[in-house]
Nanobody, 121 residues
Framework: QVQLVESGGGLVQTGGSLRLSCEAFGSIVTIHAMNWWRQAPGKQREKVAGIDSIGRTVYAEAVKGRFTISRDNTRNAVYLQMNSLKLEDTDVYLC???????????????WGQGTQVTVSL
């Protein structure tokens, strides 16, 4: 079993910065990609950013130029540096480990519990 532990959410004013962290614990051989998603109540979950095992990144249009995703494969960790935060960035941010291989035949995905990010005036 694998557990994702997130940290770094909180309350920040518009224009401010936050850094989210997520570390995967458990029986892990490799992780294909690590992603950050966000979701507000009643809204569809949105992929914010992703990074694969060799460092290729993708970003949602809404966060390009403001957010930076990075990864530490030695710690099975992923980070999201969020700068120039806007009111519309307020959401629960969820860490997603995609294609976690723990031995055996199949890989699977895991999700964190989520961390709240609130941006205020």
């Amino acid at each position: 079993q694998v557990q994702l532990v997130e940290s770094g959410g909180g309350l920040v004013q518009t224009g401010g910065s936050l850094r989210l962290s997520c570390e995967a614990f458990g029986s892990i051989v490799t992780i294909h990609a690590m992603n950050w998603w966000r979701q507000a109540p009643g809204k569809q979950r949105e992929k914010v950013a992703g990074i694969d095992s060799i460092g290729r990144t993708v970003y949602a249009e809404a966060v390009k130029g403001r957010f930076t995703i990075s990864r530490d494969n030695t710690r099975n960790a992923v980070y999201l540096q969020m700068n120039s935060l806007k009111l519309e960035d307020t959401d629960v941010y969820l860490c997603h480990a995609e294609g976690v291989y723990s031995g055996g035949i199949y890989s699977r995905d895991y999700w964190g519990q989520g961390t709240q990010v609130t941006v205020s005036l």
